[in-house]
């Protein structure tokens, strides 16, 4: 085996690029006949070739060329094999070595190229892949969180948690924006409200966090586990970017008892996080335009207002 990796290191880690060569005649998944130990020993070749290779982590873009043998085309098939059970055979085999700790397993490639060309040279025939991440995360070390409220603002965030990078703006569809959470001092914080309407979307920033900040951040939420009192708490959801891939994240959501059937109005200074940080993460006008029209009161605790206003001017 052929196999070329390079790096690129981001704040979430290192990104491995990979490309790699698996020698010799590619089967279908499903070849029958006097050629069916050729077609099991292929697989084999697969998983050897790639058992040492990198995990794929997340979402990626694959491209494979097949160099076929000769003997591939013929009068019957005169543009070599079908693509479709030679990339079957592949992707199940790939399932057991570099995507084999990626959720959904080949269900992570979110764009496929595939090409076949006859082999000139019996030793060129084989099959050449390319594996390029379109974002890598360390879940060992790393999660992604979608911030639809206040910490769509990144000093507000960045003042709670230390180790954020931004990820890209998306949306949680079938939810709906509220202001109808509960403060104690009785004005309202964002809130999302599940519609189950496609029509309903929520767009946010994901962010991407260490996850020894996960506990400053439920303490900002006020998440407490296993206690009746939280004002929040965690709930995963699939989330889309601007170009229709999809994220796996973490939210937060009211809990029950601590939310209004009506919207409150909210602080100036809360205000100033959620237009700012979605005008400053370049969110759809629509949605900026929603929040614009928010009830806004003022906060008679000075102090409290001067402190969130001086972190809701920072921006960077």
Same mark, same amino acid.
């Given at each position: 085996m052929i196999a070329n990796l390079y790096m690129i290191t981001t704040k979430s880690g290192p990104e491995v690029h990979m490309e790699f060569f698996i020698p010799g005649p590619p089967y279908p998944k499903h070849k029958v006949g006097n /050629?069916?130990?050729?077609?099991?020993?292929?697989s084999g070749s697969i998983i050897l070739c790639t058992k040492d290779l990198p995990k794929v982590r997340g979402p990626c873009v694959? /491209? %494979?060329?097949y160099q076929l043998p000769p003997d591939r085309f013929t009068l019957g098939s005169p543009y070599g094999s079908d693509l479709d059970n030679l990339t079957k055979r592949l992707l199940d085999s790939l399932s057991s070595t570099i995507l084999e700790d990626v959720d959904s397993k080949d269900g992570c490639i979110c764009k496929i190229e595939i090409g076949k060309i006859a082999a000139s040279d019996p030793e060129t025939i084989g099959t050449r892949v390319a594996v390029e991440p379109i974002y890598e995360l360390d879940k060992?070390?790393?999660?992604?969180?979608?911030a639809y409220g206040s910490n769509m603002h990144y000093a507000r965030l960045e003042d709670r $948690? @230390?180790?954020l990078e931004k990820m890209c703006v998306a949306y949680l569809p079938g939810y709906r924006l509220?202001?109808? @959470?509960q403060s104690d001092d009785g004005s309202g914080k964002a809130n999302i409200e599940q519609s189950r309407l496609n029509s309903d979307v929520v767009?946010? $920033?994901v962010w991407s966090i260490t996850k020894s900040d996960r506990c400053k951040l439920d303490k900002a939420e006020g998440y407490y586990e296993n206690r009746h009192n939280s004002h929040y708490k965690p %709930?995963? $959801?699939i989330v889309f970017d601007e170009d229709g891939l999809s994220w796996k994240a973490l939210t937060y959501i009211a809990c029950e008892g601590r939310t209004s059937s009506a919207d409150l109005p909210i602080y100036n200074w809360y205000y100033q996080y959620l237009i700012r940080g979605a005008s400053g993460n370049n969110l759809p006008l629509k949605s900026q335009a929603m929040i614009s029209r928010f009830q806004k009161i003022e906060d008679l605790d000075i102090q409290r207002n001067n402190e969130n206003m001086k972190i809701a001017d920072i921006w960077p």
């Open positions: /050629r069916k130990d050729e077609a099991e020993k292929w694959m /491209r %494979i060329d060992n070390e790393r999660f992604l969180y979608f $948690v @230390k180790s509220r202001t109808n @959470k767009w946010g $920033v %709930i995963g $959801v």
